[in-house]
């Protein structure tokens, strides 16, 4: 990918159990941030880490960035079968140039 | 706030055509938007930067001369594909850079026969 890569590529999990995503990013970033899609939809923002933060919340989703390692993770809690979708990461760089990790298809089964 | 339009949702053309994509700023001005492609379950990748008033930035790899971007407004930035073949058929997305982050059209899914 132009940016990093994530894995797993595919997880499949059941519902109310909690998935979670990593990704890695190659350049030096201002901000990271996981994007949803739906099949063949746009993408719909979750959350944004600053690369001076380390870890952020926003209501089942907590995300984590280690700019040592380059690599950022997000955690989905109590996962629900409307969580299905594909997740990227998207690593802010420079002139506000956004660019994706590979995705990860996340499949809750009921 | 912040939403972007993109039309058409769906095209399908003819081998050697051309196909223009729209991409509008409904309540936001959009001095900057970004194009991507998208393959069937692959990833985003980055195609061009347009700018405002000025040339589009286009990635490495990227055919200018076949993927012509104008953003001659705020809140319009058009991609066109020229003399499209089948492999340019794609999902294509545009967004925007505004104040709080970045909101992305639906898409438009190119079919080219």
């Known amino acids: 990918s132009q940016q990093g890569e994530e894995d797993p590529q595919a997880l499949s999990i059941q519902e109310g159990e909690n998935a979670t995503m990593n990704c890695s990013y190659k350049?030096?970033?201002?901000?990271l941030q996981w994007y949803r899609q739906n099949s063949g939809r746009g993408l719909v923002h979750l959350i944004l880490i600053r690369s001076n933060e380390r870890e952020k919340h926003s209501g089942r989703l907590r995300v984590t960035l280690d700019t040592s390692k380059k690599s950022s993770s997000l955690l989905i809690t109590a996962s629900r079968a409307a969580d299905t979708a594909s997740y990227f990461c998207g690593a802010v760089q420079g002139a506000q140039k956004l660019v994706f990790g590979q995705g990860t298809r996340l499949t809750i089964n009921p | 706030g912040a939403v972007v339009s993109q039309h058409p949702s769906w095209v399908i053309c003819k081998s050697g055509t051309s196909v223009k994509i729209e991409c509008r700023s409904l309540d936001f001005q959009a001095t900057t938007m970004f194009w991507y492609r998208q393959f069937p379950k692959q990833s985003l990748m980055l195609m061009a930067t347009?700018?405002?008033?000025?040339?589009?930035?286009?990635e490495q790899g990227v055919e200018k001369d076949k993927f012509l971007i104008n953003h001659a407004s705020l809140t319009l930035s058009t991609l066109t594909v020229t003399s499209a073949h089948p492999e340019d058929s794609s999902f294509y997305i545009c967004s925007a850079s505004y104040p709080s982050g970045y909101t992305f059209g639906s898409g438009t899914r190119l079919t080219v026969v």
């Open positions: 347009s700018n405002e008033g000025s040339k589009a930035t286009y």
């Open positions: 350049t030096s970033i201002n901000n």
